[in-house]
């Protein structure tokens, strides 16, 4: 069972709360920073020191800097460059973890909005259960039409394929944690060696939430919808060059999948799995229909049923993922399908990108299996 953060009271046990340290990374986030900064100032939560970590080549900094203004309590650091295979995220990560001074550290992203209790709730959640490590499950805002017609595919598969009512039990070996929101004891972090161990993961946070649990200390995961969003990607563009980052590399990383046949059966698993569930109900649904009108065949009329009642379950499914985790605003629609389409190419060219070398691209750096490759 996930419990929701909102349950826990800002006003309780409020003695000797520790001092945090939020660490915020950038690159390039001056279109987007705005929001995360400002519901960084307006924290209720004392003990606090914020402190980000940039590597942008746009106005990022100014933009922080014009919101910030006088507030001692953040600093802006300059990330180092890259070197021995490190990704840029926990690259920068680890930088502000060496700066902070926190008993309990904060990794958030850019693209994240938070309420003003959130760290006091999250202090306190821990602390009342015990946790070495908490994440939270935002709420995924989707507002243009390519987000609304994709986001929510790769991010409700990943969600199926992760058993997150385990993860909460100290006794399973699942775990899971989403890089928006990591909440680490300071000295948990320490003890399992920050983020060296998996300095060139792509999805980092979950590879963290792993290496936290599988050395006997408590993970957690909550539900905070309610408290905090998340907008990762804003027009097609990004989406595709987000998830390509992310969707394949990721997955073989975590799996630790070396082979290239076993990584060609991935990729055979994926595309079904997204056809037979998104794109061949409807392709099967307007096919079977048409050339019923057509033809007025009894078999291609019950294919017809068939398909229908299979694209309503399949939307059905998804929709209940959605509305549990807080999966944003998808267009359940004959567009829908539009997105499968998408995602099963967005798949492809993460696959392909991956196994051949050449490596997936985001923000100017190119990463392979190994880390960062170029700038």
């Known amino acids: 069972m996930i419990p929701h953060l909102s349950a826990v009271s800002p006003t309780d046990n409020k003695d000797s709360l520790p001092m945090v340290s939020v660490i915020v990374p950038t690159r ?16 209720t939560y004392k003990n606090l020191e914020i402190l ?4 942008s080549t746009d106005n990022t900094v100014d933009v922080i800097k014009n919101i910030v203004g006088n507030d001692k309590r953040f600093k802006i650091i300059k990330e180092e460059k890259l070197t021995g295979g490190w990704v840029g995220k926990p690259h920068a990560m680890q930088q502000g973890s060496r700066v902070a001074k926190g008993d309990w550290l904060l990794f958030i992203d850019a693209d994240t909005t938070h309420h003003p209790d959130i760290i006091t709730r999250s202090v306190i959640h821990a ?6 490590l908490l994440s939270l499950l935002s709420y995924l805002e989707c507002k243009t039409f390519w987000e609304k017609i994709i986001q929510p595919i790769p991010t409700g598969f990943l969600i199926f394929i992760s058993p997150l009512g385990k993860v909460n039990d100290p006794k399973s070996k699942v775990s899971f944690a989403l890089g928006p929101f990591m909440f680490i004891k300071r000295v948990v972090f320490d003890k399992i060696g920050g983020y060296e161990k998996i300095k060139g993961r792509i999805g980092d946070d979950v590879e963290m939430a792993k290496l936290v649990k599988e050395s006997g200390f408590i993970i957690g995961l909550a539900h905070a919808q309610d408290l905090m969003k998340l907008r990762m990607y804003e027009c097609f563009k990004e989406i595709w060059e987000g998830w390509s980052k992310n969707i394949f ?3 073989v990383q975590k799996r630790k999948i070396k082979s290239k046949a076993l990584q060609a059966l991935v990729v055979l698993i994926g595309l079904t799995v997204v056809f037979e569930m998104i794109v061949f109900p409807f392709i099967a649904l ?3 229909s048409l050339v019923y009108l057509f033809t007025n065949s009894i078999p291609w009329f019950n294919l017809f049923l068939f398909s229908l009642i299979v694209w309503i379950i399949s939307i059905s499914i998804q929709s209940f993922a959605h509305s549990r985790y807080g999966i944003g605003n998808p267009i359940f629609s004959p567009l829908y399908f539009i997105g499968g389409i998408v995602t099963m190419g967005i798949f492809l060219n993460s696959a392909i990108k991956t196994m051949s070398g050449s490596g997936v691209k985001w923000k100017g750096r190119t990463y392979t299996d190994i880390g960062q490759k170029k700038e």
């Open 127 to 132: 602390k009342n259960n015990k946790l070495d």
């Open 286 to 288: 307007i096919i079977s």
């Open 249 to 251: 590399l990721g997955l």
């Open 28 to 43: 390039n986030e001056a279109y987007r920073i705005s929001d995360c900064i400002k519901s960084l100032k307006v924290q």
């Open 52 to 55: 980000i970590v940039d590597d």
